[in-house]
């Protein structure tokens, strides 16, 4: 059985204060929560306090992005080690907002989860197409391209300090979500590159999560489809209340 997450990816938004305020409402609306995991991505400069503030609960902290050196000569950049002594269990890599505005590509993933696995952490890694790569029927192609690429140094024993999110690029931000059918065809041909590449059991144990306009309204039917362990949240997880029900999707 996968244990289900559910992720917020707080993008850039949010002050400390503004951090503080989140954990404070959502922690104890949460305490009897107890069938998924939680994690929560705040900007770099907020980590510190949402670690200080999950201390004790059962909601992990994650970094949005990380350099894949150490340490170095690297201005504005942030290592794994760091993310590490910051409180982080977590990073996501790969994130479209990245691979479209950044330079993010399937080489520098598969660096960022090399850095991730030295230091102990485990990678949220995102792959998912968009819509011309969709309507000219290359969505599946484009995958497994980026699940080769990304995942191309782990053994299968790495795997298990992987979460894949599949965050098609146009329904980010758009209100436009992937209905459950389309979004758990995707996961299925994930986990099926997944078993090609690292066995079926492997695969089996994998979770999958699905991120693009998931909102209290829609995580219910999302989380039915049997390939779907999660959700990566976007607008909907800066707001605790509305997080708060995303978390308990079984039980509004
Ligand atoms: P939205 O939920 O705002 O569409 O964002 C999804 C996302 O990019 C999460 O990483």
């Not at 986990?191 to 999560?209: C, K, P, Q």
Request: net charge negative.
């Amino acid at each position: 059985m996968r244990r289900p997450v559910i992720t917020g990816n707080w993008k850039m938004f949010k002050t400390r204060a503004a951090a503080r305020e989140f954990f404070d409402a959502l922690l104890p609306a949460i305490a009897g929560v107890d069938h998924c995991d939680i994690v929560v991505a705040p900007p770099f400069t907020a980590l510190d306090a949402a670690v200080e503030a999950a201390r004790g609960s059962r909601v992990a902290v994650a970094a949005q992005d990380l350099h894949w050196e150490s340490e170095g000569a690297f201005t504005g950049e942030v290592s794994a080690p760091m993310l590490a002594d910051a409180g982080c269990a977590y990073s996501i890599v790969g994130h479209s907002e990245r691979r479209q505005l950044f330079g993010e590509t399937d080489e520098t993933v598969r660096r960022k989860i090399r850095a991730l696995m030295d230091a102990g952490l485990s990678a949220i890694a995102c792959v998912g197409e968009t819509l011309e790569e969709r309507e000219s029927g290359e969505a599946e192609a484009t995958v497994r391209g980026q699940l080769a690429g990304g995942l191309a140094e782990l053994t299968g024993s790495g795997l298990s300090h992987i979460i894949v999110a599949y965050e098609p690029v146009w329904a980010i931000g758009t209100g436009r979500t992937a209905t459950p059918d389309v979004a758990a065809a995707m996961h299925g041909v994930i986990r099926d590159a997944v078993a090609g590449r690292f066995g079926s059991a492997e695969a089996e144990a994998l979770r999958i999560l699905y991120g693009g306009s998931v909102k209290p309204g829609n995580i219910a039917e999302l989380m039915a489809q049997p390939d779907i362990d999660g959700a990566l949240v976007g607008g909907a997880s800066l707001d605790a209340a509305s997080f708060e029900s995303i978390v308990r999707y079984p039980a509004p």
